[in-house]
């Protein structure tokens, strides 16, 4: 019926469109798994399914809730709504402090404790580092 240029044409095309079919998958694969979510304490209050996926967890260090051991830190995320419980062992960012901003990266344990792996502080707008402000003057 089909001579065989148009069959090997067709072949070739079947062949390349499997290919992107199998790259794109495997990419949106990758992404799936690496992919962190970030959330608010708020938003964490009013999730359905506290899946053991890694999400990031935003807000302000509520004042006076940071407790600290030996080995761990323990403080209080809050959007000014909300608030959740943070636990995190390991040493904390040169920024981290009450009332500053800080995202922690981890897994929930309920809808009110966080198990931190990673804090990231945060500073405000303004923030310039010293050697850029001497360098300016």
Known sequence: MYGPKVKL???F?????????????LVLKSLEENVVY?????DVKLMTELKNKKIRIGGMVKKNSIAMSTNEVN?????FKNE????YSGVVPNLFSEGKG???EGFLKDRNFFQASKILAKHDENYMPPEVKAALK
């Open 9 to 11: 044409r067709f072949f």
């Open 84 to 87: 959740i419980n943070v636990i």
């Open 75 to 79: 403080f209080i995320i809050t959007d």
């Open 102 to 104: 800080v995202v922690a």
């Open 38 to 42: 970030f959330k608010s304490p708020s």
């Open 13 to 25: 095309i079947l062949l390349i469109l499997s290919i992107l079919t199998l790259t794109v998958f």
